[in-house]
């Protein structure tokens, strides 16, 4: 015997049962039917093309204020997976114009309007999403980017970013001097600082400060 879920509107007034609300409990659930999906995309953002291959980077963990913005975490195995690009003291969402956001089966572009980076979390502004309602449809949703454009900024990683100059720190708080030179033997780069040399990987690396201008290395002078 086969068992059917319903979908069941709370007993309010029949301005809660819109067909907005209706659609949003339904996909919830996963009952939109094929042909509702393309208008609650054309409603709210953009269906396009979408690129080969996406990866999940984060996702909304909750709708902030009343003008549609969102509240966007990173994903763990984004965290895990994408150390490199994290340790650069520089918020990932700085370098896109737009992303992609994932509902179902679903797959929405939107262009970036704005960001704000908080202590744990990030507050993004999204073109068509002006309203809370709007906002609070997207939480639970995933946030994509195209892998190609993540792989790319792995594998600059470091030297996407100008570290000459930048004051060399280590976990004692202690200065080991300034980056002189970033060079590479073929395995991976290194930062030069006088007789210091330092392998410019993660092991090594613990985080980059592009406002103080500091390199945060695990390393010792007389190493």
Request: proline share 3%; with cysteine.
């Amino acid at each position: 015997m086969k068992f059917q879920r319903t979908v069941c509107l709370p007993k309010r007034n029949d301005s809660i049962r819109s067909g907005k609300y209706v659609h949003r409990r339904a996909l919830s659930l996963g009952y939109v039917p094929k042909e509702e999906k393309n208008i609650y995309a054309n409603d709210f953002g953009s269906v396009v093309s979408v690129p080969p291959e996406l990866m999940v980077i984060g996702y909304v963990k909750a709708a902030i204020g009343i003008k549609g913005d969102l509240k966007v975490v990173y994903d763990k195995s984004f965290k895990k997976n994408y150390k490199t690009i994290l340790k650069i003291n520089k918020p990932l969402f700085l370098d896109i114009d737009f992303l992609w956001i994932h509902i179902q089966s679903t797959i929405l572009k939107y262009r970036l309007i704005s960001m704000i980076q908080c202590k744990d979390f990030f507050r993004l502004n999204l073109d068509k999403i002006n309203n809370r309602e709007k906002s609070e449809s997207l939480v639970g949703s995933y946030v994509k980017m195209p892998k190609d454009f993540l792989l790319k900024r792995q594998a600059s990683g470091w030297n996407s970013l100008n570290l000459l100059n930048f004051n060399i720190v280590n976990l004692t708080g202690k200065n080991l001097g300034i980056v002189e030179k970033i060079d590479g033997n073929g395995f991976h780069d290194w930062i030069f600082s006088g007789e210091i040399i330092i392998p410019l990987v993660d092991k090594h690396v613990i985080n980059v400060d592009t406002v103080q201008k500091q390199v945060i290395v695990d390393w010792e002078d007389f190493w």
